[in-house]
């Protein structure tokens, strides 16, 4: 069913830019999904580049200077389980547990976490779409009760990563390998909206990967929450989710960082909603505000029209257990 | 003559217990060879060419170039004369269409078959097999297929059998009694079988005789269609279903890919293997036809029930078949006056097939839902307003019951439950609601002949328990080994058991229907009966006492007190003979009386009002199903179909793009059956034993069907009962919570 390819399986990261450069390559982490689209036939490949034989990718350790490195290759179960990280990092260890299943944690890594391809079903079915240089887009008249209520345009799919939105939500890096050298970007201007391309996801270039993703040191005073909500207890994609990372002094919102999952195609910071609640006292009315201001610019399509209640449901929950 | 009425059980030795299962060490540790499992010498791998389009003519298959692909040994498409093999069904017995029909009728249907040295070499080649289509139109919404102006799947248009049509009494009399009247639109959606095991067949030919392994539910129906179909005498196919992995009714009939391997293997002169893969399954094997129902009920002040009236149309897919779902409206609760009228309509998607309990999840979904929002109306407890309607007497039969446990099962379990304090109980205050609910079942056909058993004994004091029965994983070859082991004393360990072996072991029809226990294991019973009386004979003879005063424990014969004795390796005629065979036949049921089993469940769920999310919290099932058999097995029944119904009620449905006419869910991530974490620990089972010794001689009525069937409503009437809002359209999705509850806000 896998339609030939050859296979490099790179021991150090200078090796994988030159093979990763070729064309028709991809990069294998975890395979967890790169496996799958191959078998059905969504991707190709000339070459499969497997990155993990490179030791420098795994694992979670200190950063020189403060704050910490995860390796591209740490697995999702690894950072769900991690007791490196401090408790301020709860909400990236709670979005890496609610991703997909245990068999998948063990063996999914978060650089193909970030870099996962959409589930839409219809870029996962037969269905030639935008997406998969296809002329359409059937979500807009089809199911779309999975799609984006924001950030779409022509491509309405969510970007599937439960982490993406914890790691946008503490202003995470992205370290960057490639044929041009290496280069370190924040996480957030990571992903790449429909208005910019419909035919992928970030900006990785040909024969970049990453390898690494990096956090500052967390403030004091620093909570953070990762709340998904799903159909299903386990082994499914969320319906919306939320990361939510508060800096509170006494009773008071100093900061507020809200990236929202599964409502956009790409990690959605709901800013309206952090500013609704700068400088306030986290309480009813300033709870009600900021999940008001969260969906204020929501741009629901058809049967998705419940994810903007269920984006302030969400905030709602998640601000009144922080308050 | 074996004796088909011994007096029925008293006190049991080993009947009843929780008995692992016989085969569990084979089936948890990978041992068990599944027809999946089986890799012959030589064997060659099949994989099908499937029609991507609703509803479309075939103009031309081309299969030069697949042909020519590596490793590629044959292939078959309705170019072949020997494919030219009649499919569906239709009214008038004549068929709808054929193995490779080139009117295709819905997306996944089959077009062509290719078997190759391998199975990636045979799914490469039917990537390079060239179709030709010709588009047709098409309409996904099966109400609106039975519209005139509907674009229509067959000649004379998408209904799909005839319209059932039963009265009882005068509804508009029943109606104009009534207190109160109230009438509802209820829909279902399709849900999907999805067993562990998929579907599949291996096929090979010695000479003239053919031997399929075939992962089904029964191997006789199987046996019987292909030998009709081959033209062959029935000695000369042999079909063998030892390991399956689930059908949930899936399985009950010969499919297909069973067809398609056995030709290809006579083609080749080679061995077949061809199985579906997961993604397959989801489009041409069958499912639970979506439903909608409109049901009008009246009811006096005091909770009596004076008319029902149902309405139902049923989407049965691309074939002719009924999808019947009104049966609990004309039996469960007693009702003078009923009008039922259902109407099976043709969609162009993969046909239905029986699915655990066939048509009744589906009419239990409208009727518990309609008998809870009457009681509310009424200002009645639901316990209340069903034991006011029991009925002791099967109306559809116009006979008495058997035995009819409803009361029992509502009280009893209303205590269990703890219903009256949980109803009493705040629903929670903030976001966090909590409500239960209760809904009653039934199922709508008894286990029944036939059935043939025959039970060995061998000199050294083991057995040999040959029955055609399939074990399905349900533990049928764990509870007849213990009627065997009841009857004749003889250790589990020394069972040795053959079955579901067209070949080797006797004519039973399918497992399905509930009636597996029922049925068969009044046949295997008498044959160990039969072997036993052989066995008191010889004794009697050589002791020279009456065979009447003689018991048997395993290897012992003795009189009264112990004395004479002698043990069965020393009866002569067996030392001669080396075995004795009994024979068991099921006899019929009682002619003056209905059997049929019961269920209640309780459920309490969460409901997140501000998420949408409905968490079941806990539930429990009561049944009335006769003796339980083994009690581990028994709850192994109730908590799979309680797996199941939470799956119906909240997460599971087979979605269909309405543009495209195809499926987008069909795989394991998208179509959403239940996992560990939405399943409650906290699953009660408890059956109710009336000791019904009219329904058959081990008292047993089924239970497999009755598991799932009221499942998903008491979830409903939970829900209902913890928002007081009613979800009338299934399943309960966070999607659908939330709209509904956006609406109640106003
Ligand atoms: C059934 C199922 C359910 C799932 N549910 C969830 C869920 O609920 N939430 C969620 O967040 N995720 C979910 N996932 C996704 C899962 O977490 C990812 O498949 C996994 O994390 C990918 O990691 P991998 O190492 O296996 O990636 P691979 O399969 O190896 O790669 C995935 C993609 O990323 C690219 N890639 C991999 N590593 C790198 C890198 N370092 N740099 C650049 N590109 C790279 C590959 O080329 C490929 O395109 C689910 C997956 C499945 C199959
Ligand atoms: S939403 Fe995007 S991925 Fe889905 S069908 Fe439309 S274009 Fe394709």
Known sequence: MLRKFSYVRASSIKEAVTAAARPGARILAGGTDLLVCLRNGILAAETVVSINGIKELKGIGPKPGGGFRIGALTTLTEIAENKQLPENYTALAQAAAAAASPQLRNQGTIGGNLCQRPRCWYFRGDFQCLRKSGDQCFAMSGENQNHAIFGWDRCAMVHPSDTAAALVAFDAKVTIAGPKGVRTIPLASFFVLPKESVLKENVLAPGEFITEVSLDAPRPGTRSVYRKVRERGAFDFALAGAAVVLTKSADTVQSARIVLSGVAPAPWRAAAAEQALAGKRLGDESIAAAAAAAVKDANPFGDNEFKVALVRGILEEVLSGMA | ?????????????????????????????????????????????????????????????????????????????????????????????????????????????????????????????????????????????????????APPLHDGGNLAANPVNVTRG?????????????????????????????????????????????????????????????????????????????????????????????????????????????????????????????????????????????????????????????????????????????????????????????GFPQGNWALEQMMDALAEKLGMDPIDLRLKNYSPMCQVEQKPYTSAGIPQLLTEGAKAFGWAEARARAKGKGPLLRGVGVASGMWGSPGRPPSTAIVRYYLDGSVNLNMGAADLGTGTKTVMAQVVSEELGVPLERIGIEWADTGTTQYTSASGGSKTVASDSPAVRAAALDVKRQLLALAAEQLKVPAESLTLKDTEISGPGGSPKVTTRELRTLQTQQVLVGVGIRGPNPTDKSVRPFSTHFAEVEVNTRTGEVRVVRMLAMHDSGRVMNAATFANQCLGGMTQGIGYATTERRVVDSNTGTMVNSNWYDYKIPTSKDIPPDLDVMPIDLHDHECDTTSTKGLGEPATIPVATAVANAFYNATGVRIKEGPITPAKVLMALAQRKG
């Open chain 2, 170 to 358: 005068d509804v508009a009399k029943g109606f104009a009694e009534a207190d109160l009247v109230l009438e509802e639109t209820y829909r279902t959606p399709t849900q999907i079988h999805t067993p562990l095991e998929t579907f599949g067949s291996v096929a090979k030919w010695d000479g003239d005789e053919l031997t399929v392994w075939d992962t089904t539910q029964g191997v006789f129906p199987v046996q019987n269609s292909l030998a009709n179909l081959l033209k062959m005498p029935l000695s000369k196919v042999r079909v063998i279903g030892h390991y399956m992995g689930g059908g949930f009714g899936a399985k009950l009939s010969l499919s297909k890919y069973t067809v398609m391997a056995a030709l290809l293997a006579r083609k080749t002169s080679r061995p077949v293997k061809l199985f579906l893969t997961r993604e397959e399954s989801f489009l041409c094997v069958g499912n639970r036809p979506a439903h909608a129902m409109t049901l009008k009920a009246g009811v006096k002040k005091d909770g009596t029930l004076t008319a029902l009236e149902f309405t139902g149309v049923g989407e049965v897919g691309g074939y002719p078949g009924g999808s019947n779902a009104g049966y609990q409206v004309q039996d469960l609760w007693k009702c003078p006056n009923i009008h039922v009228v259902e109407r099976s309509a043709m969609t162009p998607m993969g046909p239905a097939r029986a699915f655990r309990a066939p």
């Open chain 2, 1 to 149: 003559m074996p004796d088909a009425t011994p007096k029925p059980w008293g006190e049991t030795t080993i009947v009843g217990k929780p008995i692992p299962r016989v085969d569990g060490d084979e089936r948890l540790s990978g041992k068990a060879t599944y027809s999946l499992d089986l890799y012959l010498p030589d064997m060659l791998y099949g994989a099908t060419v499937r029609c991507p389009y609703p509803h479309a003519n075939v103009k031309k298959v081309d299969l030069s170039e697949a042909l020519r692909m590596p490793g590629v040994r044959a292939a078959l498409s309705d170019a072949d004369k020997e494919a030219n093999i009649p499919w569906y069904g239709a009214p008038g017995g004549r068929s709808a269409s054929r193995l490779f029909d080139t009117h295709c009728r819905f997306a996944g249907e089959e077009v062509a078959v290719i078997v190759a040295e391998t199975q990636q070499q045979a799914w490469d080649a039917v990537r390079q097999v060239r179709v030709e289509y010709e588009q047709l139109k098409f309409t996904t919404d099966f109400e609106a297929a039975l519209k005139s102006d």
